[in-house]
Each structure stands twice: as C-alpha cells, then as structure tokens.
C-alpha cells in the first residue's frame, strides 16, 4: 500500500452575488438577523443557464494548471454533488469529456454535505493500492437551483460553488493518515427535496406546492450537526493517539457559525485552529471543505507538515471526519 498525498487544489465560486441587503428586499429578513444565526453574510450565485458541471470543471482545470498535468494523465473523476446536471448521464461525464480526460472512468457521489469528504474516502484505496495513479475528487454544487427563495428559513443558508482535490501517490511521510463516518437514516426527512425522485415523481402538482425545493427543519439539523461533528472529530483523534490539541488546523463543514463554533468549543479547540469562511460563500455543500481549504493556504493557516482534521456533517443523516499530514 502506498501513502497517499493530495498534490493539487482548485476551486471557483460564480462571480454574481447574493448579499444579505439583497435578500432582506426579497424576504422577510434583516441583515442582523441573518448574521447572528447563521454568520453569512453574502453568497456566489450562478446565472441561469450555469450548472455544475460548469462550475465543477473550472476547479478542475484550476486542480491541474497548479499541478502542471495534463488531463489525460486522470484515472478517476469522482464529483460530489446533491445537484447533478440531470439524473443520468452523470455530471462525471460531463465534465470528463469537457475536460478531455479521455482515459478517466467516472461517477456522482451523493452524500448531501458529506459528499466530499466520502468522495476523498473512496478515492484514497484507488490510488493506495495502485489501482489508478491520478484521482480527481470535485464537490461541486448550485444550490440556488433547489433553493426557495420565499422561504427565509433556507434561502439565506445556500451558495454555489466548486473545489476540486487531486489525490497521487507518494514516498513522503504526509497525505492520508485515517477516516471514520456513520450515518443515521432517522434524520432522512429532517433535510430533503421531496419530489423528484422515484418515490413522488415530478408533476403539476409537485411543482405547485413547491416541493422541488429544500425543506429544512432546524432544530433537530441543528443539534445533530453540532453533536455529530464532534464526536465525529473527537473519535478519529482518539483512535490515532491524538489529542485535539494536536491538530494545526481543523476544517469543519461550512453551514453555520453557530454550529461551528459549538463543535469546536465542545472539542476544546482554540480559535487559531478553526477555519471559518461561511460568511463568504454560505453553505455550498460539497464545496465548502475545498473552499475553506484554499483561503486556509491563502491566509497561511495551513502549510506543508500540518496536521488538518475535515469534518462535516449532512442530510441523511451522514458525519465523518478525515485525517490528513499536508502535503504542500
């Protein structure tokens, strides 16, 4: 078995923006309010017609200019959405085929808020074993496409947005150290779209009462996300020998600030060992580990050597974490 490294980074957000101010002209909503229970305070939105792999093959290519790769070096293009460009065929071959990886296999990975990080998961044996050399993970996601934006409750939650990880392997000592996750299917209809699907099929009427849309309940999302995210963390620590103390930099699924901050100060983690952006992008789903990751780099939180914890929690409900020796 060989170590594996993540070896390159891209991501890209639409320019177009969606701030606070603009949705208190469309809701029921302040600014102030949106900010002290969510901590966002503005989100990039695609224009109509954008969808994601549009997005997802930007971080792509952003993945493989930094690496200095061609796209035929790829063996594996996994994207991690809840936002496909339609059921089938897969986004995967979408963007492989635009993006020229004409030896690339491909498939969606589904796991709401957790996609990536199951994504990186499912990539890390394939190259470990030699299978495929070159394995590009993308969570990417247009989330302003299956919000309602007469809903105050989630519209002033949701971005859009796309990170792309390229998994190699390697003869240091860094990349790939561990991951844990689980899943709780008691949780499924606490955040879902519930049309659409096999079990209610879209229809006149589906579409009236709006059920193409996220619904959302709060509460109970909320006290899961905290807890799980946690513990989640706090389980992959411990069965590595590990203290939170330990970690340089732990990147947590950015949904909220609020649910952020619990977990950290339920975990006993210093400020300086947070990352935190949402109040730049909102939740973007799969996106947002591979965001918060590049403005970690860019801010000089996260350097070669480093010990960095993502974690995330999601619809499902699914949590994990993963652990990682940075690699550049």
Known sequence: MKNVKISALGCYTPPRLLTNKDLERMVGTTSQWIVERTGIG??????????????ALQAAKQAL???????RELGVVVICTVTPDTLFPSTASLVQERLGARRALGFDLSAACCGFLYGLAAAVPMVATGLHRKVLVIGADTMSRIVDYQNRSTCILFGDGAGAMLLEATDEDFGFLDFIAEMDGSGAECVRVPAGGSRVPASAETVQNRQHYIQLQGQPVFKYAVTALADASLELLNRNGLKPADLDLWIPHQANRRIICMAAERLGLRPEQVMINVEDYGNTTTATIPLATRDAIANGRLRKGDLVMFAAVGAGYTAGSSLWRWAY
Do not use: C, Q
């Not at 503005?42 to 997005?55: C, E, M, N, Q």
């Open 42 to 55: 503005r989100r990039h939105i695609a224009d109509p017609g954008v969808a994601t792999s549009d997005l």
């Open 65 to 71: 200019t930094s690496r200095n790769i061609d796209a």
